[in-house]
């Protein structure tokens, strides 16, 4: 299925002109974040792999261009956007990598009516994959031994977001998701228990739990407050001991005091010598709960998360923007207020553990021990390797997670690691800077 109109028409706008003028020089765009929000201390690239299956898949297909005719496109120009792919090349920063405020997370080089045309649709990947994987992250350090498990499919904007933050939760440690179609689709453990509905569809709780466990025995998880919390809990006892269940047992929170019921249920569990049956709790949760049952030691084995981080609700979007920094080998810059853009194609050094980052040309060498950010993943409009794994995502932001300092990682007022230009850099955005505002004085012309 071709995806080139889901784009914003300037964008088109923009290409037929370039074709029509045969303007098919290469061009750089660089795609970064400006400012992090007030309440990160860094943010986790995510949303690559989706972008590169939709570069590689792009055209126009016969009724996109039917439907370009009837919006006013003329039929040279229809032509033209015909035989249009995206023959470019991309640097990236693979996903799980911790980024920063003012790195680019993707750069494509291309000719410039290519690398116009998907500006919208990588902005929209990166930008919403990346701000939910950051807040996943921020679930997992906050939750420590706790089992996270996605809840979010419901109240995501939409399925397509809630096939993404299925993904993007598994890069960040969640053990499963409730969405099945996530789990068959990147090979995640699906997990789930039962709804009040269901409880509520027999006489007595105990009519349900019992029917539940009968006829799943190997899913058994009892969801305990629809009616009593603590007398739920009784009841899936009674249940168990009644049935002799031995595994995969569990009893699940959904409402009050999550602390002090998953206290007084342990008691209750361990007093039956029921102590292997763990405590799955949800309802409404985000990091600061996940933090508040970690430090308060709450006898908590697992939590569902689901609306919060599902639509990062306290930081739902990014600053993203995708800004052209070469054109025809000559660097370009926005001098525009509060928005100036760095000239030229880049490079991020970073060392560990992570002090700060260095933002370079391209071409510079980086500082002795440090690597590379930014790596080649497509040549030629086709991926360099295979599709990027989950499970190597995950271990590359583990390990960034790592070293990270603390200062970083804090919940409510983090400061995140700088970001240093090089010298280079400087002098080139300076030079750019005063080639596009001429004074009596000629540019530098040693670069």
């Known amino acids: ?85 995206f023959t470019g090349d991309v640097h990236a920063v693979p996903e799980g990598r911790i980024v920063l405020a003012k790195e680019p997370l993707l750069e494509v080089t291309a000719p410039i009516a290519e690398a116009q045309l998907v500006e919208t649709y990588l902005l929209n990947q990166i930008t919403y994959q990346s701000a939910l994987a950051t807040k996943a992250a921020r679930c997992r350090l906050a939750a420590g031994h706790i089992d996270l498990v996605d809840f979010a499919l419901r109240r995501t904007h939409g399925t397509e977001a809630g096939m993404a933050v299925a993904r993007v939760s598994a890069i960040a440690g969640f053990v499963g998701t409730s969405n099945v179609e996530a789990a068959r689709r990147y090979g995640l453990t699906p997990a789930g228990t039962m709804a009040h509905s269901y409880v509520e569809a027999f006489g007595t709780e105990r009519e349900a739990f019992l029917t539940f466990a009968q006829d799943l025995p190997g899913r058994t998880t009892f969801l305990v407050d629809t009616y009593d919390t603590l007398k739920g809990v009784d009841t899936a006892i009674d249940v168990v001991r009644e049935l002799g269940l031995s595994e995969d047992v569990g009893v699940r929170l959904d409402s009050g005091d999550l602390v002090a019921l998953a206290r007084d249920t342990r008691e209750r569990l361990d007093a039956a010598g029921l102590s292997w049956v763990r405590i799955f709790a949800s309802g409404g949760l985000d990091e600061h709960d996940l933090e508040r049952f970690r430090l308060s030691g709450a006898p908590i084995d697992a939590v569902g998360v689901g609306t919060r981080m599902g639509v990062s609700d306290d930081a739902p979007f990014l600053d993203t923007a995708y800004k052209l920094v070469e054109f025809d080998f000559r660097p370009v810059m926005k001098l525009s207020t509060g928005k100036v853009s760095l000239p030229g194609a880049k490079q991020v050094w970073r060392s560990h553990p992570i002090s700060s980052d260095l933002l370079t040309t391209r071409d510079e060498p980086g500082p002795a021990g440090a690597e590379p950010l930014l790596v080649p993943v497509v040549r030629g409009g086709k991926r360099i390797s295979e599709p990027d794994t989950i499970d190597a995502a995950r271990e590359r932001l583990a390990r960034d997670l790592d070293d990270l300092p603390q200062s970083a990682l804090d919940l409510r007022r983090p400061t995140a690691p700088s970001v240093v230009v090089s010298d280079h850099l400087a002098r080139l955005t300076e030079h750019t800077r005063r080639a596009l505002t001429p004074t009596s004085d000629p540019p530098d012309q040693s670069l």
């Open 1 to 85: 299925m071709s995806r080139a109109l889901v784009t914003d028409l300037y964008e088109l706008n923009m290409a037929a002109s370039y074709l029509h003028r045969e303007m098919d020089a290469p061009a750089t765009f660089s795609l970064f974040v400006r400012d992090l929000p007030s309440n990160r201390g860094f943010l986790v690239s995510a949303g690559l792999e989706a972008c590169l299956e939709y570069l590689e898949e792009f055209h126009f297909d016969d009724d996109e261009l039917a439907w370009l005719r009837t919006a006013g496109f003329p039929e040279g120009m229809i032509r033209q956007f015909e035989t249009v792919r």
